[in-house]
C-alpha cells in the first residue's frame, strides 16, 4: 500500500503546481526560475504539503508537469458539470455506498473495507496493547506539562470543522451531568466553523492559535496539557480538487490528515492519542459543501491513516524521543446509508441534519453524535481508563 500511496500523491498534488503556467505553454520544468519555483512550492504548501522544489527529482518534477497538462484538458472539456448531478436526490453515490464497518469480507474497486487490516473492525492486537500501554500512562499534568496527580488535568481536545464543534458542544453539554466522569478530565471544544482540512493543515494555521487564545486559556489550560484528541475533518468544496476519483482522493486526503497529526503532535508535545471519527451522511446535502461520495470518502482516509502506522509507517512514530504523532484509533465510526442502520447502530434521516443545507446536524444529529462518543468513551478498552473516574 506504501508505494501506492506515494504514486497517488505525486498523481494529486501536481494540479496545483504550475497554475499561472498555460497549458500550451514550452517550459522547461527541470528549470523554473525563482519566481516559478515559489509558486510551486506554495501551491502546494496551500494544501498542507511541504515540498522544496530543489529536492524533487527529474523524474517527479516531468510527472508532475504531464499531469497539470493532461488535468487542464480534462477541465476544458466541462468535467466540473459533475458538480450538480451529485447531489441529493440525483447522487447514485446515495444508494451503492457500503459503510467501513459493514463490508466483511468484501471490498470496494479491490481495496477491503473494515476499520482496521485486512477488513478487521477490531484494532490487531499489538496496536491495541500499545494504547492500552498508552492510556494507563496518563497521568495529569500541570501548566508546564509536569505530571501533577493533585492539581493536574488530562485534557481531551476536539480538532475539526463546523460540524465538529457542533457536535462537540452537545457532547460537553450531555458530560456536565454524566456522573462516572473522571473529575481529573478536562474537555475543550477545539474545534471552529469554517476551519475544514485545508484551513488547519499549515503550521502557521491561525486555527492553532486560536485554539489556546479562545479554548484552553480561558479555562486555564495550557497546550501542555492536551494528551488525548478527538479528530473529526473533511474538505470543504472538494469538486475543486483536480481528481475526485475514489483512490487518488482518499489518498490525498490521508496525507492531509497525516500532516496535521504531525502539526497537533507540534502544537501539543504531550498529546499521546488521536481517535478519528468519519464524517456523518452527506446524501441529504443541499449543497456542494461535502456530500456523497465525500462524506464516505473521509472514513477511509481515516482508515488509511491508521492502517499506515500499523504498517509502520516512520511519518508516523508514536512513540520514544523521535515520537511524530499520536497513537492512532478509531473512534466512533459515524458514517452510515441515511436510514440504514451501520454495524454500530447508527443511522441518519433528513431531519438529523439543518434543514437549510442537509450538511450541518441539526439538534438531533448532534445528539446522536454526542450519544456515540459518551458510548464509545466510557466502553473502550483504550478510553475508559481516562474517561471514567475510578472505582
Not at 499534568?141 to 488530562?154: E, P, T
Not at 464509545?376 to 475508559?384: P, Y
Request: net charge positive.
Amino acid at each position: 500500500m506504501k508505494s501506492l500511496n506515494h504514486y497517488f500523491l505525486y498523481f494529486l498534488l501536481f494540479g496545483f503546481v504550475l497554475m499561472t503556467v498555460p497549458a500550451h505553454a514550452q517550459i522547461d520544468i527541470q528549470n523554473l526560475n525563482p519566481q516559478q519555483q515559489r509558486t510551486f512550492e506554495n501551491r502546494l504548501r496551500q494544501r498542507g504539503i511541504n515540498v522544496e522544489y530543489n529536492k524533487l527529482s527529474a523524474e517527479e518534477k516531468e510527472r508532475y508537469y504531464r499531469y497539470i497538462r493532461q488535468e487542464e484538458q480534462r477541465q476544458q472539456q466541462g468535467r466540473r458539470s459533475v458538480q450538480i448531478q451529485n447531489l441529493n436526490e440525483n447522487n447514485r453515490y446515495n444508494h451503492i455506498l457500503t459503510p467501513l464497518t459493514d463490508f466483511g469480507n468484501g471490498s470496494y474497486q479491490g481495496v477491503k473495507g473494515g476499520l482496521y487490516p485486512n477488513g478487521e473492525n477490531v484494532r490487531p492486537p499489538a496496536h491495541h496493547e500499545a494504547g492500552l500501554a498508552i492510556a494507563q500512562g496518563l497521568k495529569p499534568l500541570d501548566r508546564n506539562g509536569k505530571v501533577d496527580v493533585n492539581r493536574g488535568k488530562i485534557v481531551w481536545l476536539s480538532i475539526g470543522m463546523s460540524n465538529t464543534t457542533q457536535e462537540t458542544e452537545r457532547f460537553l453539554e450531555l458530560m456536565e451531568n454524566y456522573p462516572e466522569k473522571n473529575p481529573k478530565l478536562e474537555l475543550v471544544d477545539g474545534a471552529f466553523g469554517g476551519q475544514a482540512i485545508n484551513q488547519i493543515n499549515s503550521i502557521d494555521a491561525p486555527y492553532w492559535d486560536h485554539i489556546v487564545s479562545q479554548r484552553l486559556r480561558p479555562k486555564g489550560l495550557s497546550p501542555e496539557q492536551v494528551q488525548i484528541v478527538w479528530f473529526k475533518q473533511a474538505e470543504a468544496g472538494p469538486f475543486k480538487l483536480s481528481d475526485t476519483a475514489f483512490i487518488a482522493y482518499t489518498q490525498g486526503l490521508k496525507e492531509k490528515y497525516l500532516s496535521t497529526m504531525q502539526i497537533i503532535k507540534t502544537k501539543f508535545p504531550n498529546v499521546r492519542i488521536a481517535y478519528l471519527s468519519s464524517r456523518i451522511y452527506g446524501g441529504y446535502a443541499k449543497t456542494g459543501l461535502n456530500p456523497e461520495p465525500f462524506a464516505w470518502y473521509t472514513g477511509w482516509a481515516c482508515k488509511f491513516l491508521i492502517e499506515d502506522q500499523i504498517n509502520g509507517d516512520p511519518r508516523l512514530a508514536y512513540t520514544g524521543m523521535t515520537a511524530k504523532v499520536p497513537w492512532l484509533s478509531w473512534g466512533p465510526y459515524l458514517w452510515a446509508n441515511g436510514t440504514t442502520p451501520n454495524a454500530q447502530g447508527i443511522s441518519w434521516v433528513a431531519s438529523d441534519m439543518r434543514e437549510n443545507d442537509r450538511t450541518h446536524p441539526s439538534p438531533d444529529g448532534r445528539q446522536k453524535v454526542a450519544e456515540a462518543l459518551i458510548k464509545f468513551f466510557s466502553t473502550d478498552e483504550t478510553a475508559r481508563i481516562w474517561f471514567l473516574k475510578t472505582k
